[in-house]
């Protein structure tokens, strides 16, 4: 490669690092830090924050990239046009928000959590009605600052973080036909058969289901020699640089099951992070995923359509019976398969099932979006809310707590990041049909525990290209089709018939 792009990449790298640096510090603070370092964590993240957007948004860096632009090795190549494109594009993003607003943010959200927190303790949401306010309002400068793109509203500035190229109205059509045609299934197996959680019930000790869980993660292809696996009370996992992918899990005797599709969930994004090609490219773009939609696919995919399978069961059961040790309620392997995709609408977002759970991120997405417009005021949020899960779930609302203010997103200044939720579903439920038609009978394979052709198939379309591609070109390249609610719609409606209705 020629200096002048050579020189770019060593910034790259360079910012890499420091961005390494932040996720062992956020990782040991979520697993091994004692509770009273976390001032003085919050001021070394804060430093290291800071440095890496000083890096980022340096003057000098505009003419760095023109000049790799020019480079006669990039101008070949169109995968390194995609490095330096990307690369410019987060340089541009950081420039275009002064740093007062960035820190008003940063501050006003780290008051604004711990006011939530209280808030959602006593289900008083007049008291962070303010907060939410003054964030909304935060966002919408800072979604000025980004511009919204040609023909498009400021809401897309905040998802073009989350998700690149991706328009609210493309969201909108997308989810407005998902949210009927689900409300429709929902209705035809709501409550569906069993008692939901009754076959899963099963206590084990802790030590018994980490050694479950980590065989469990290392059958489906987690790499343990590139990876740890830890525990924290909220679940997550961190890409840390080449070759140290981590990931966490929370147990509690009596959930077995719980721990491990929240297990399976995490070695998804970490099978992700294994993939991207961070030892050829080490902090750059093409290394970094794609989006948190595509990341979400990711995790999705591995919880769903391969864990709550009958095939998936038909292997487990064996293993679980013998590692859990006699800790199972369930008769059989088909018990736990119809529990595990039972349809009982929740209130809550994180508990609900498969089917349910995107109507939660389609409201979420509406109503954030009309709080950007000024369409809907804060004030009118709770009502609102009430109002669409009457109306999508049947179900009252008691108190904010089970309502509006169950979720942190908002308190954190997360605008735009709900709909990647359910984008991920729906990417992952397109990869799944693709790669069952390249790949043949998966369930077969999934049934002998043969998992690794499947990872293979994500490796080549998906966890290669880092960001060469927006996540609907990804998944276009991968799939063929254009990105559609009816493959998620397809799978859920054919599994549910397959679960229950025989
Ligand atoms: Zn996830």
């Known amino acids: 490669m020629g200096q002048p792009y050579d020189r770019l990449r060593a910034a790259m790298r360079e910012i890499g690092h420091a961005r390494s640096v932040l996720a062992l510090l956020g990782w040991d ?7 009273r370092g976390a001032p003085a964590r919050a001021e070394q993240i804060a430093f290291m924050a800071r440095l890496v957007h000083e890096r980022l948004s340096h003057p000098a860096l505009a003419d760095r990239i023109a000049e790799a632009q020019a480079d006669p090795d990039v101008l070949a190549d169109s995968r390194e046009q995609a490095n330096v494109r990307e690369f410019l594009r ?7 928000v002064p740093a007062a607003l960035v820190e008003e943010l940063a501050r006003t959200s780290a008051q604004a959590v711990e006011v939530w927190r209280a808030a959602r303790e006593r289900s ?55 949210r009927e045609k689900l409300k429709a299934l929902i209705a035809s197996y709501a409550r569906s058969g069993s008692p939901q959680h009754a076959a899963l ?30 525990v924290s009370t909220h679940p997550f996992t961190e890409g840390i640089a080449a070759g140290d992918t981590r990931i966490t899990t929370r147990y509690t005797e009596e959930a077995v099951f719980e721990a491990m599709f929240s297990t399976l969930h995490e070695v ?25 939609g595509i990341h979400e696919s990711q995790s999705r995919l591995w919880e769903n359509q391969v864990g709550r399978s009958r095939a998936f069961w ?29 349809v009982q609408p929740n209130l809550i977002r994180v508990e609900s099932d498969e089917t349910t759970y995107n109507l939660h991120i389609v409201m979420r997405f509406d109503l954030e979006r009309a709080l950007l ?43 735009g990041y709900f709909p990647t939720y359910t984008l991920g579903n729906l990417y992952a439920a397109q990869l799944w049909q693709a790669a069952g038609r390249d790949l043949g009978d998966l369930d077969g394979a999934h049934a002998r525990g043969e998992f690794f ?50």
């Open 29 to 35: 603070q979520e697993t091994m830090m004692p509770r």
């Open 90 to 96: 987060d340089h541009e993003r950081a420039v275009r």
């Open 124 to 178: 008083d949401f007049a008291s962070f009605a303010p907060w939410l306010e003054r964030l909304v309002e935060l966002n919408r400068r800072r979604a000025e600052c980004l511009g919204a793109p040609e023909g498009g509203e400021l809401y897309d500035a905040l998802l073009e973080e989350y998700e690149p190229g991706m328009r609210a109205r493309e969201v909108e059509s997308i989810f407005g036909s998902l």
């Open 201 to 230: 019930r099963a206590r084990a000790s802790i030590e018994r289901q980490r050694e479950f869980n980590r065989f469990v993660a290392e059958r489906v292809g987690f790499d343990f020699a590139a990876g740890r696996f830890d």
């Open 268 to 292: 998804g994004h970490a099978l992700y992070e294994q993939g991207l090609p961070k030892a050829e490219r080490p902090g750059e773009p093409l290394a970094q995923a794609a989006s948190l």
């Open 314 to 342: 038909r292997w487990l059961w064996p293993h679980a019976c013998e590692r859990l040790a006699g800790a199972l309620s369930a008769q059989d392997p088909e018990a736990c398969y119809r529990a595990v995709n039972a």
């Open 373 to 415: 417009r000024g369409e809907l005021s804060v004030s009118d949020l709770p009502a609102t809310w009430n109002a669409r899960i009457r109306e999508d779930l049947g179900l009252q609302v008691p108190d904010d707590r089970r309502g509006c203010l169950q979720d942190i997103h908002w308190s954190t200044g997360s605008i």
């Open 453 to 502: 052709a499947l990872l293979q198939w994500l490796r080549e379309r998906v966890h290669l290209h880092g960001r060469r591609y927006t996540p609907v070109e990804l998944l276009r390249r991968a799939t063929g089709a254009a990105l559609s609610p009816e493959p998620l719609l397809g799978y859920l409606e054919h599994k549910l018939q397959d679960a229950f209705a025989r």
